[in-house]
């Protein structure tokens, strides 16, 4: 299914490159591997890699420059490959267009299913010919845009405007994590600082969706940097 793709590898740790690729090639996508910046971005211009992965700390240039330069002449997906803790480049770095982050150590299928949800998004936004979706199914969930309605198990869920449109603009990028500011921005406006609203906002949501708003299923929190609404349930 993956035969024709084409992923472009940047780390520059041997152990942890030679790891992914494995996975990789395992699952049939075809691997290209870069240890520097100046490779990656070389190589990114002659083969045209259907999605990268990027590691934030190479030896020559920051991951977040080599991110810039790409987003400059390219909307391929991108994926940051970051240590733990590091909140705040991630924050950036998907301010700055990647489409997702994965932090290290992270397991085989967590990683593919990112590459999957990124290579499934950037078809939907080039592909012109498909209709708009009218309505969105997760699990139990049912977010209908013609009639502005939510339902969960079949009952509708009364949401104040703000959280409905809090709702469908993470329905709207499913899989994908939209940070503080840029959620805080597409709700409010950008000369506010709502990130205390929005933290309510979410709560409330919550309490009206998820049968325990304490291990939510449908809108997952990204410590620090933002939330995720799932893909499908687990
Ligand atoms: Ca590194």
């Not at 991108?78 to 992270?106: C, M, N, Q, W």
Request: net charge negative.
């Amino acid at each position: 299914m993956n035969k024709n793709l084409l992923i472009l590898l940047i780390e520059d740790e041997l152990a942890i490159s030679n790891f992914i690729s494995t996975i990789l090639t395992h699952n049939n996508y075809n691997v290209m591997k870069a240890d520097t910046g100046r490779d990656a971005l070389t190589l990114t211009s002659s083969h045209c890699p259907d999605l990268v992965l990027l590691d934030l700390g190479l030896p020559d240039m920051d991951g977040i420059d080599v991110l810039k330069k790409i987003r400059g002449w390219s909307s391929v997906p991108i994926i940051i490959v970051s240590a733990r803790g590091h909140e705040r480049e991630k924050v950036e770095a998907l301010d700055l267009g990647a489409d997702d982050y994965i932090t290290k150590p992270f397991g085989t299928s967590e990683l593919l299913a990112r590459i999957r949800t990124a290579v499934r998004h950037n078809i939907k936004i080039r592909d012109d010919n498909l209709p708009e979706l009218d309505k969105v199914i997760i699990g139990t969930l049912i977010i209908d845009y013609e009639k502005r309605v939510v339902k969960v198990d079949d009952k509708e869920v009364h949401l104040t405007p703000i959280e409905y449109k809090i709702i469908v603009l993470l329905s709207q990028n499913v899989g994908k994590v939209l940070t503080h500011d840029y959620l805080v921005k597409e709700i409010w406006g950008p000369y506010v600082n709502e990130n205390q609203t929005l933290r309510v906002n979410m709560a409330n949501i919550r309490r009206k969706i998820e049968v325990n708003p304490a291990e939510p299923k449908y809108i997952l929190t990204e410590v620090g940097v933002g939330y995720r609404m799932v893909d499908e349930i687990i």
